[in-house]
Structure formats: C-alpha cells, structure tokens
Antibody, heavy 121, light 106 residues
Framework: EVQLVESGGGLVQPGGSLRVSCAAS????????MSWVRQAPGKGLEWVST????????YYADSVKGRFTLSRDNSKNTLYLQMNGLRSEDTALYYC??????????????WGQGTLVSVSS | DIQMTQSPSSLSACVGDRVTITCQAS??????LNWYQQKPGKAPRLLIY???NLETGVPSRFSGSGSGTDFTLTISSLQPEDFATYFC?????????FGPGTKLDI
C-alpha cells in the first residue's frame, strides 16, 4: 500500500525558514517523480515543486523559485522541501504527492494528508 | 501559464441525479487533463486521468471526456459519498495548474 506521510510543518515568522519532509513507502520511490502541492485555507490547489524520478531534475512554481529548494534521499525514501524567506502568502497545507511516472507532466496518483505551514508574526 | 476554469463553481443536487462539471483550458492541452475529488479535511483523490481514463478503484459512475480546451466530468447517478469538491488539472506543461474547483453539495 502506498503511503506518504508529511511532517515538519509549524508556525514561523515572516522571513523565517522551515523544512518539511515526506516519508514514502509501498512503492519504488527512486523511479517516480514526487511533488509538493499546497492549499491555502479555504482555497484551491497550487502546484509548488516537482522532483523527477530517474532524471533527477527539479522544477518550481514562479511563486517559490529562489526561496524553496526541493531534494530527495532515495536511500531513506524521503522527499524534502526547504523553505526560506517565508511570506504570509506561503501559509497553506502542504501536500506531498506521487506522480504516476518518472517525469514532471503527469497526474498525481497518491497524496499524503498534508502538513500545515503558518507564516505569521 | 495555462489557466484552468471550471463551471459551475458550486452545484446543488440530489442523490440519484446525473451531474456534469465542465473545465476549460486557456490553450489546447490535448487530453492531458485530470480530475480530482476532495472531501473536507481530506487530501485530493485522483478520479480520472488523461481526460477519460478511470483511476483504479474509482466507481464506474464517474466518467470524463473532452480534448483540446473543453472537458467534462460526469457522475451518472450521485451517491451520498460523492458530495465533495472537484478540481480539474492540466499536465500538458509546467507549471501544472488546477481549476478553482466545483463544490457539489446536497
């Protein structure tokens, strides 16, 4: 059974940093693309970043480019999102999502339950 | 960026009704269109991928169609567990973008 478990969310001041993690199980982590998708309270879904599978490329939404860094540790089956220079508009529930294959332009076939990031003074 | 729109934004229906939700892309995306269902407090769930392919485990009352810029999600006979918010999403190109959602309630 595929499982994605996010952790690391919390309250942080504007300009601060936070790293969220996604522990994956139930599939061969290294060969699938993995993404973060966020949802602000009461709002829709916004794609944040993707790490392709075997190719190892990373992609970012313009809204986070230069501030967020995506990485993965295939030995630990874990995806990380390092978030720096956080802004109030980054407040959201951050979902980890598995892509259907190893490249970026694919459906998200499994989602975690999300980790909440709140940016406020 | 490809903009996705959905209509209606909200919809009230009854158990047993046939319901159609539409999604439009700002440019042609072939059939690179997916549909997700989200219930309150839960993560989204993939229902339909590549415009018309039913994800494993999704009931056959759900169907999708369309290509190019115009797409539809149809629920043939609403069940109580179908009341949720539905999002379309294009995966033709990055950035991946979602529609604003259609809230389906009783």
């Amino acid at each position: 059974e595929v499982q994605l478990v996010e952790s690391g969310g919390g309250l942080v001041q504007p300009g601060g940093s936070l790293r969220v993690s996604c522990a994956a199980s139930g599939f061969t982590f290294s060969i699938y693309g993995m993404s973060w998708v966020r949802q602000a309270p009461g709002k829709g879904l916004e794609w944040v970043s993707t790490f392709s599978g075997s190719g190892g490329s990373t992609y970012y939404a313009d809204s986070v480019k230069g501030r967020f860094t995506l990485s993965r540790d295939n030995s630990k089956n874990t995806l990380y999102l390092q978030m720096n220079g956080l802004r109030s508009e980054d407040t959201a529930l951050y979902y980890c999502a598995k892509l259907r294959g190893d490249y970026a332009e694919l459906p998200f076939d499994y989602w975690g339950q999300g980790t909440l990031v709140s940016v406020s003074s | 960026d490809i903009q996705m729109t959905q209509s209606p934004s909200s919809l009230s229906a009854c158990v047993g009704d046939r319901v159609t939700i539409t999604c439009q892309a700002s440019q042609a995306i072939s059939t690179y269109l997916n549909w997700y269902q989200q219930k309150p407090g839960k993560a989204p769930r993939l229902l339909i991928y590549d415009a018309s392919n039913l994800e494993t485990g999704v009931p056959s009352r759900f169907s999708g169609s369309g290509s190019g810029t115009d797409f539809t999600l149809t629920i043939s006979s609403l069940q109580p567990e179908d009341f949720a918010t539905y999002f379309c999403q294009q995966c033709d190109e990055l950035p991946l973008t979602f529609g604003p959602g259609t809230k389906l309630d009783i």
